[in-house]
């Protein structure tokens, strides 16, 4: 059966409610392309996402859902697939929600390898609850927790993940549109722990607060400092952010090992 985004959306709740030129509906419209091309029932998806700007995509979807608590929808997450593991479960975040409060769920999901999809969407900023600096931000940005400009270094959300064990990373962002639906195609379909990291525009607070124009300049922005793994342009400026796939491999999944456990234990 051919699936459309319309199949997944729940059309009573639009217009959305995030703020004009919010890259978060690009991430949206992609993962909705990416599930109709892989021709998923949404009966058999179920999103999990904490609090934030980031984690009201879950309230537009008509899956299985569940809008948890700040910082804790890998914890959620992680159960649900335990209890149902042939369920597909997507995991939206922020990047505060993700890797701050969030960042010890988030290592030891890594760490397990179970088989979830994480969507990083890093814009920086936590824009829901007045523009505080996050994890991310990185040195010199102004927040409201920063007017005078952040002295914290951010992490580096991919090699966090790769340090921490995640078997599929990725990075993207919202300019690179199609970039967006395949890596989410190839994470949902990956046996493990996967995570896309996409770098996308909050206007309202991150760009108004450092002058970096509109979202159209923060679009152009993403096109002009990053670039492919392995391409002429990232050789040629090392400086640019890199984008891709940086790691694909197969590892034992954590809810087959726990199953392989229980069968052997029965059999005692």
């Given at each position: 059966m051919g699936y459309s985004i319309k199949d997944y959306i729940r059309k009573r709740f639009f217009p959305h409610i995030w703020c004009p030129g919010?890259?978060?509906?690009?991430?949206?419209?992609?993962?909705?392309?990416?599930?109709?091309?892989?021709?998923?029932?949404?009966?058999?998806?179920?999103?999990?996402?904490?609090?934030?700007?980031?984690?009201?995509?879950?309230?537009?979807?008509?899956?299985?859902?569940?809008?948890?608590?700040?910082g804790r929808a890998?914890?959620?997450?992680?159960?649900?697939?335990?209890?149902?593991?042939?369920?597909?479960?997507?995991?939206?975040?922020?990047?505060?929600?993700?890797?701050?409060?969030?960042?010890?769920?988030?290592?030891?999901?890594?760490?397990?390898?179970?088989?979830?999809?994480?969507?990083?969407?890093?814009?920086?900023?936590?824009?829901?609850?007045?523009?505080?600096?996050?994890?991310?931000?990185?040195?010199?940005?102004?927040?409201?927790?920063?007017?005078?400009?952040?002295?914290?270094?951010?992490?580096?959300?991919?090699?966090?993940?790769?340090?921490?064990g995640a078997t599929f990373v990725a990075r993207t962002t919202t300019y690179h549109f199609n970039e967006i639906k395949e890596y989410i195609k190839k994470a949902i379909t990956h046996k493990g722990f996967s995570v896309v990291e996409i770098l996308t525009q909050c206007p309202t607070h991150f760009g108004r607060r450092n002058n970096l124009g509109g979202p159209v300049d923060m679009l152009k922005f993403f096109r002009d400092n990053t670039a492919l793994l392995g391409s002429k342009k990232i050789k040629q400026n090392p400086d640019l952010i890199p984008r891709g796939i940086f790691v694909e491999k197969q590892l034992p999944e954590y809810t087959e090992e726990y199953e392989r456990i229980k069968k052997r234990v029965k059999q005692k």
């Open positions: 919010c890259g978060h509906g690009i991430i949206l419209n992609n993962m909705l392309r990416a599930i109709a091309e892989l021709g998923i029932s949404k009966n058999e998806i179920v999103m999990v996402s904490g609090i934030g700007c980031s984690s009201r995509i879950s309230g537009y979807v008509d899956f299985h859902s569940l809008h948890t608590l700040h890998l914890a959620f997450a992680t159960g649900v697939k335990l209890s149902r593991p042939n369920l597909y479960v997507i995991v939206p975040m922020g990047d505060g929600d993700a890797l701050a409060i969030g960042g010890n769920h988030f290592i030891h999901a890594c760490r397990r390898n179970i088989d979830l999809t994480a969507i990083v969407m890093n814009n920086r900023i936590y824009g829901m609850t007045g523009g505080q600096f996050s994890p991310l931000s990185g040195k010199e940005i102004k927040a409201t927790t920063a007017p005078y400009s952040n002295v914290d270094p951010s992490f580096d959300t991919v090699n966090l993940a790769i340090a921490a």
